[in-house]
């Protein structure tokens, strides 16, 4: 975890920015998404909602030609070109009050920094869960009593397995997560190869049958900035901006005053641009196969015209 400490200035103001920073690894946790695990650019460098990041995918070479604007080429390996996908950033952040009591203690402001981070990691699972769904390719692995470790090799990894790039990883709900690991979890990392896959790591899914997905490292495509508009802006009165190489995000911590009414607020603040680089090197796990709805027949008097707006 690198701090720019631009800002701190006295020993009380490091203790604050890291104890907030360590929040935001807890929240995240060992067992959470983490942009490291795919193709991403979390550099240092801060950037600007709506900038585009030109992100090189893991272990995939040719096919694609395209200079930049230009006229050079980034990403030329000999005679291959890398290819890559242009994202386009995003700002994105949680805020909350912020009081005395969580400024006077460590431990008041460590349990305020990690639920305002939770809400940082909810999104971004969520998100990434449904850029994965929207990608069309799923897996059904039946329920957490029926899941095996022989369902993970044999039917989960070899769909999206690609040659060049490390094991892939393989995030699973609570239920279907201890079928595969020992409840106790004693001496299991997260980030220690198991079962063909390079990380195992549980989640909390987001939409109804599904319980996980699978993906190489080539599948997904992230970048994270610092909002540079915001770290500008004098009317913080406190800025700690953080790279956390070991998540693969940057982080922004801002707090401002209220002068009308004196209270104090204070948030987390994101660029993010995401996208589904790979559709055949990820997929959702589905408990089942999801169930198809007939159309209704129109009843009488009523069109199938369909409105937007």
Known sequence: MIINDTQIQTEAEAYKARIIGDAIVTAFGAHKINFSDFSNDFSGVYGNAGSTIRV????????????NADGTDDFSIGTKTTQYVDLELSL??????????????????????????????????KTLENKVIASGK???????????????IKKVRPEVRKAGVAEPVCYLEGGHYASVIPMDKDGFDANTPHFGFSKIAEYTSYNDGVVGFAASQSAVAVATRIPQSLMQNPSYLTKYAYQMPELGINVLYLEWANPSNGTMTAGLF???????ANGDACAVLMSAEPSVSEPSEPTEGEDNETTEG
């Open 270 to 276: 994101y660029l993010m641009g995401m996208e589904v």
């Open 92 to 125: 994105k952040y949680v805020t909350a009050p912020l009081t005395i009591g969580e400024l006077e203690t460590g431990a008041a402001l460590s349990d305020w920094a990690t639920s305002l981070a939770a809400d940082v990691v909810e999104d971004v699972q």
């Open 138 to 152: 799923s897996i059904v692995i039946g329920t957490a009593d029926d899941f095996t470790v022989s369902t993970l």
């Open 56 to 67: 090189p995918l893991i272990g995939k070479t040719g096919g694609v030609q395209s200079a």
